[in-house]
């Protein structure tokens, strides 16, 4: 999506691209969950831009980081929230990761059962689409014709953007269905946190490297950082959870 907006608009693709395949190099398993549960439980608190430029800065390329220019990070940092970045393509990436994932959410909501496509208000089928396919297209186009002075959408589309945006927060993020996760996520990523801040030499040697370097606390939230959310499943299970184990006959085969 940055792409096709970045070309439509004669902006520098390359750079577009960089920032868009970084943005989120530093979330967490769990997504916002295990964000929430590292910022609330790591003293050095955790926002997951901002690793994202430390993984692509400093983890990344065996500790050595990435030969990445100012204008990528900055996209990178300013993908998300607060100060816009300071590039058009940056921009314009923050844009294309919304309309990204609350597409991507309606579709898993759906499969999911937690959502119906005809949950979604007429309001905003009628004007925006009644497919996300049609969706992205309006969201896309709007920007392609009003970013004139700045990258941005037509008052109009922006609202229903808004719209969306807020029936999701309502309907998906907030829903006891989906809410009722979130008391595991907590569970896996404060015990896997204090298992690591008790027993750091279980860490990878890279994690440890950092420990000496930049403090206990880093290191962990580095390494838990950079799971995905089927490994820290799996180690979770490995670390707390009891395995089956059979007691037979002596001689028994």
Known sequence: ?????????????????????GHDLGHTPFGHSGERVLNDICPL?????LQSVRV?????????????????????????SGTPAATWEGRVVRYADKIAYMNHDVDDAIRAGVLREEDIPWNI??????????RITTFITSIVENSTDDV???????????????????????????????????????SLYKH????????????????EEEGLHRAVCDYLSGMSDRYAVSLF????????WMVGKPGAQ
């Open 56 to 80: 692509a800065n400093r983890l990344e390329n065996e500790g050595k980081g990435l030969n990445l220019t100012w204008e990528v990070l900055n996209g990178i940092a300013c993908h998300s």
């Open 196 to 211: 690591f801040v008790i027993n750091p030499d279980t860490m990878p040697q890279e994690y440890r490297r950092i420990l």
């Open 125 to 134: 089928r009628y004007h925006l689409g009644r497919t996300p396919g049609e």
């Open 1 to 21: 999506m940055a792409r096709s907006i970045a070309r439509a608009l004669r902006l520098n693709e390359d750079l577009t691209e960089a920032i868009a395949l």
């Open 237 to 244: 299970e490995t670390l707390f959870i009891p395995k089956c």
């Open 152 to 190: 941005k959408m037509s008052d109009e589309v922006q609202q229903l953007y808004q719209e969306l945006r807020e029936f999701l927060f309502t309907a998906v993020y907030y829903n006891p269905l989906a809410k009722s996760e979130e008391g595991k996520v907590e569970t896996v990523m404060e």
């Open 45 to 49: 608190g955790f926002v997951h831009s």
